[in-house]
């Protein structure tokens, strides 16, 4: 584990409150486990690093951008082309009505704040989850679960609104209403080129419809994402599981920043943050406590999975359909 202290170039403490120290910023970067098969002859400094970013958010909107910038900061210092941030990164709410009040629309003041950080620290942003307040808004007075991804000039190359809301009830977990607050997204995003990959954009309970990942992957994905709020009993139950089938299913990195710890009284996060590779294997993933852990993404390796197990090209579409029209 490397322990790194930050220092924010000058040009971004109006991004940040002076007169803070900094935290300590702890990286952790797992060794994958042997594969079954030779890896590409890139070498590991050539290939494109990813931070994947673990925070604690709370109801108070500038102490979460000021971890989150921290987080980033780091990132870029580091050398990765790519940060991604969990679901919820701009705050979680005590209740649907504090959800309702904090939200914002795209355009609008937290959204810019962001687009600088990636300006100035020329890095790719994925911002997995944004409450986001839609032009609708006046009529329905609900919001959407908005997956954003700013290029490193800081503009909006793509956005997703999640698709599948966690209306749930978990013994031990306590109720989830996302459609209190939520209006369901009505599509799908095509994949995304970025400087790592592919990117397909999904958000946490996404994960849990396998069907999401293979359409993705079948209109060019590289890397899936699932930026996640997930629960204190379906994290230790199901959570490494699903993104490490969704990897091996979709033959796909997939890449999950998650929340973790308390944000409240009444709701806490698992974390456990991670990146997993096609193979299945975890390559990286967070420590406890908000952090990061780096990877590097290896599309040669990607590319010769999908050559020795062609799954795609063995789908029998004429015994169970396929997924439909290609994404445009």
Not at 25 to 36: D, E, F, G, M, N
Not at 267 to 295: F, N, Q
Request: aromatic share 6%.
């Amino acid at each position: 584990m490397l322990g790194c202290i930050t220092r924010p170039p000058r040009q971004l403490l109006s991004l940040l409150c002076t007169g803070n120290r900094l935290p300590r910023i702890s990286v952790l970067c797992t060794q994958p486990r042997l594969r079954a098969m030779a890896r590409s002859s890139s070498t590991s400094w050539e290939l494109p690093m990813v931070a994947v970013c673990q925070v604690t958010s709370t109801p108070n909107k500038q102490e979460n951008f000021k971890t989150c910038a921290e987080l980033v900061l780091e990132a870029a210092r580091l050398g990765a082309c790519l940060a991604f941030l969990p679901e919820a990164f701009d705050f979680i709410a005590r209740n649907p009505a504090e959800t309702l009040q904090l939200s914002e629309p795209l355009d609008g003041d937290l959204l810019g704040r962001y687009s600088q950080l990636a300006r100035e620290c020329g890095i790719w942003l994925s911002l997995g989850g944004f409450h986001e307040r839609g032009q609708d808004w006046e009529q329905t007075q609900k919001i959407y679960n908005c997956h954003v991804l700013l290029n490193n000039k800081g503009s909006v190359v793509a956005r997703y609104r999640k698709t599948h809301l966690c209306d749930v009830e978990i013994p031990g977990q306590g109720p989830m209403r996302e459609s209190n607050s939520t209006l369901p997204g009505t599509t799908l995003e095509p994949p995304i080129s970025t400087p790592a990959g592919k990117v397909g954009l999904a958000i946490c309970y996404d994960m849990r419809f396998p069907e999401l990942s293979l359409k993705l992957a079948q209109a060019g994905a590289e890397i899936l994402t699932y930026p996640s709020a997930f629960g204190s009993v379906t994290g230790p139950a199901h959570w490494e599981v699903l993104l490490r089938a969704r990897a091996i299913e979709s033959q796909c990195y997939v890449i999950a920043a998650a929340q973790c710890g308390r944000h409240h009284e009444t709701r806490a996060s698992y974390g456990h943050s991670m990146v997993v590779d096609p193979w299945g294997t975890v390559v990286a993933r967070c420590s406890e406590g908000p952090g990061l852990c780096l990877a590097r993404i290896d599309l040669n390796f990607l590319q010769q999975m999908r050559q020795h197990l062609p799954v795609f090209q063995h789908r029998r579409s004429d015994l169970y359909g396929n997924l439909g029209q290609p994404l445009s």
